[in-house]
């Protein structure tokens, strides 16, 4: 079973830029990897998700501010996240799911406030 590990998340202000990390034990090669989140109270939402094969996609709320990608190689998948809001505080989660494969990893959280 791969286990995800998150990291990266922290304290920023809004409209600055945050780096999430997320570090697979097993390969990532041939699978979809995933951004989600959730702030208290709220459901869990999809942020981004970068296929095997294919162009990632994005929620609405994050499109063109945000930037899912991977490293097959390293076993890395990273959320770059730009022009941040206070609406993006949440604990975010990398998600890999594949045919016999659904597996969370622990979250890191971002708070975004000034």
């Known amino acids: 079973q791969v286990k995800l590990v998150e990291s990266g998340g922290g304290l920023v202000q809004p409209g600055g830029s945050l780096r999430l990390s997320c570090a697979a034990s097993g390969t990532i090669f041939g699978v979809g990897m995933s951004w989600y989140r959730q702030a208290p109270g709220k459901q869990r939402e999809l942020v981004a998700t970068?296929?095997?094969?294919?162009?990632?996609m994005y929620a609405d709320s994050v499109e063109g501010r945000f930037t899912i990608s991977r490293d097959n190689a390293e076993k890395m998948v990273y959320l770059e996240m730009n022009s941040l809001k206070p609406e993006d505080t949440a604990v975010y989660y990398c998600n890999l799911v594949s045919w016999n494969q659904n597996v969370w990893g622990q979250g890191t959280q971002v708070t975004v406030s000034s």
């Open positions: 970068i296929p095997s094969i294919g162009a990632p």
